[in-house]
């Protein structure tokens, strides 16, 4: 049984299916980890601010049920409340759902946290759980996060969401 050779045109033409498949897994995975990346800051370099650019652009925009943050002097801002109030947080992301086109890209997934406050007594703490969507962007540098909108959906404990929070 002997084969054909496929016509150089349908051969080029797998060829680019096949790279643009790559290229969608690659960006996939590049923005999941990414997403990952930056809840693993705020539970790993609370105390630092040098982190927020390899995860935001400049003009970033963070929404949350406490406030709004814009730009690098925003998320600084916000990164300084989270370390005033809390003294350790642990945060996980789940259910990652990620739409690429082209330079562009949405992420959307599930977020629980636990907040222990400053002197908290052991086994005190304001836990909350929800899901949030971003938006993120191609950059020199890498796939960056421009926009990050969190949608609260319960929380437990004391805490700055509640009456008797800080």
Do not use: C
């Amino acid at each position: 049984m002997s084969t054909t050779p496929a016509p150089a045109k349908e051969l080029s033409e797998e060829l680019q299916t096949l790279r643009a498949q790559v290229r969608l897994l690659t960006d996939r995975a590049e923005l999941t980890a990414l997403a990952d990346r930056y809840l693993a800051h705020l539970d790993h370099d609370r105390d630092r601010d040098d982190w927020l650019d390899s995860v935001f652009t400049q003009d970033a925009h963070l929404v949350f049920p406490m406030g709004e943050y814009r730009g690098t002097a925003g998320l600084a801002e916000f990164q300084k409340l989270a370390r005033t109030t809390f003294e350790r947080t642990h945060h996980q992301g789940t259910n990652h759902s990620v739409d690429v086109d082209g330079d562009h890209a949405r992420i959307r997934a599930h977020l629980t946290a636990v907040h222990v406050a400053h002197a908290a007594e052991p086994g005190v703490h304001f836990d909350i759980g929800g899901h949030y969507e971003a938006e993120a962007v191609r950059t020199p540098d890498g796939w960056r996060l421009r926009r990050f909108v969190f949608d609260l959906v319960w929380h437990a404990g004391s805490g700055p969401l509640t009456e008797g929070g800080h």
